[in-house]
């Protein structure tokens, strides 16, 4: 029973490994993107809140 004990926390501590390198590699690709240029904005009053339609241009 030990051994399956084991197993379950290596498994666990793969799978949080593998999500923290795929989270880091994700915000790298965001720091080099580059900039984007908003190139449109409608904004309108829906039910006592605010409705932001944006357009948005990047070289990408």
Known sequence: MNA?????????ALSI?????A???VSLTQVFAGEADVVGVKAQPVA????????V???D
């Open 17 to 21: 490994a593998l999500v923290t390198i």
């Open 23 to 25: 989270a880091i590699l």
């Open 48 to 55: 006592g809140a605010w409705r932001f339609d944006v357009t």
């Open 4 to 12: 399956r004990r084991r197993t379950r926390f290596d498994v666990t």
């Open 57 to 59: 241009r990047h070289a």
